[in-house]
């Protein structure tokens, strides 16, 4: 009898969710010849719903296409599985007689791979296959989409400190990247001298202060007649909680399946322009988020990040082969390799940018984190020093 293995996507879309599906896909043809490859619309749900595209019958070229199209080309979710939908989910993977499962996603989805292993007896392979441009996956050096993102954040600070250098005030820009400052970081990857912005880097891993903020930005303009700031949605207050928590009323926060707080939008936005407003009244101020465009904008698909998604498909399938697991990207001897780490090592967990990234006394990276944003989002143009 034929293999049966079932691909789905979770999570927000990335720059190069798709190669992963291609990678597999193409690797089960090459693998399993004959074998049935079923793609779920919408991640569990689909899978729940018995609505699904049928991988095995599309031609290698146009595959390839849409490997190379930003976004989730077979839908995603945020649904979060508990024990009855998991029921559900399992009964479907049973009914197409799956050998395989194979999902490709973040934390959430990585948890959801767990439970879904612990619910079946071993009888189908689950396998996580990471994504993420918040690069907060434990076992990983760095996780596909994170590359292209990085490059699109860089592009983006490197290219406001220009038109602030024009006309001087102060920039703000928010970050995606939850609870992790690797994104947030990655704004000084493209930073070409001590004056170039941006000036200050606020990630979670350190507590923010709206005073300290206020003051680090006026002391800020006093030395480079401008502030370019570049800060994370997921910073958090010295009690812990996220910032947007101190400023939005409970009953006003939004919240996702999985229970995660909406951590940007118009009120984080708001909070600051009016805390720049008061703070430092009469100063030319910007702030921006710069919200998804990030994740999948098709002008920003790194090669290697590109590349290194297809190779998490493929290896994926390796994955399955050995009864299930995580594929995790590791640095080694200098390049990046594919090894199968336990889901459980993954599942429910949260990777955190390492405290010697930033500098102990500044709001500014640190040589060891200059480092490894330069490693794997190197510069991508040369520009002109201007002459103001």
Known sequence: MAAKFVIAQGGGPTAVINQTVVGATLEIRRRHPGAKVLGSRHGV????????????EIPEEQLRLIGATPGAALGSTRDKPDAAYCDLVLAGLKKEG????????????????????????????????PKTIDNDLMENDHTPGFISAGEFVAGAFLSVDLDFRALPGVYVGIVMGR?????????????TDEDSGPHLVYVPERAFSV?????????????????????????????GRALVESLVPPDRLERDAHGNIKLSGSDLNMAFERALAEGLPGKRARVDALGYL????????????SSEAFEAGVFAVEVAARGGGSVAL??????????????????????????????PDANQLSDTGM??????????????KPFV
Request: glycine content about 10%; charged content about 25%.
């Open 45 to 56: 749900r689909g899978i729940r719903d018995g609505d699904y595209v049928d991988l095995s």
């Open 98 to 129: 799956a050998d395989a499962f194979i999902y490709i996603g973040g934390n959430d989805t990585s948890g959801t791979q767990q439970i879904l292993t612990d619910a079946s007896g071993g009888s189908i392979a689950f396998v996580h296959a």
């Open 179 to 191: 609870h992790a400052g690797f994104l947030t970081a990655s704004a000084a990857a493209w930073r």
């Open 211 to 239: 005073p300290r903020f206020i003051d680090d930005v006026r002391m800020t303009l006093d030395r480079h007649k401008r502030c370019i700031v570049a800060v994370s949605e997921g910073v958090t207050t010295e009690d």
């Open 294 to 305: 990030p994740r999948g904008y098709v002008g920003a698909i790194n090669s290697t990040d």
């Open 330 to 359: 590791k640095h080694e001897g200098g390049m990046t390799v594919m090894r199968q780490v336990p889901l459980d090592a993954v599942a429910g967990k949260t990777r955190h940018m390492p405290d010697d990234f930033m500098q």
């Open 371 to 384: 480092a490894y944003l330069k490693r794997l989002v190197p510069a991508k143009y040369q520009v002109g």
